[in-house]
């Protein structure tokens, strides 16, 4: 993955990225979820992150993907 050609515009649990995930792609957004701790289980090394993930968005989609996270967090806040 490119750096330049994407970028983050989430971190946190794995529930709450389901959610995001959930709603960009209902919208036609294809996120790329990276998930450290699972990538060094797998490697064979502990990690403090495990069920900690990353979104990332194309650059091409990050203005409405950023739509999209910002009504998800309004309707977090509003159910807290």
Known sequence: M???EYSKIYEGNFILINRIKSELENNGIVPIIKDE????RLAGYGSLNQGFQEVYVHNDELEKATVILEQIKTEMDASS
Do not use: F, K, R
């Open 2 to 4: 490119n750096t330049s």
């Open 37 to 40: 701790g699972e990538s060094q």
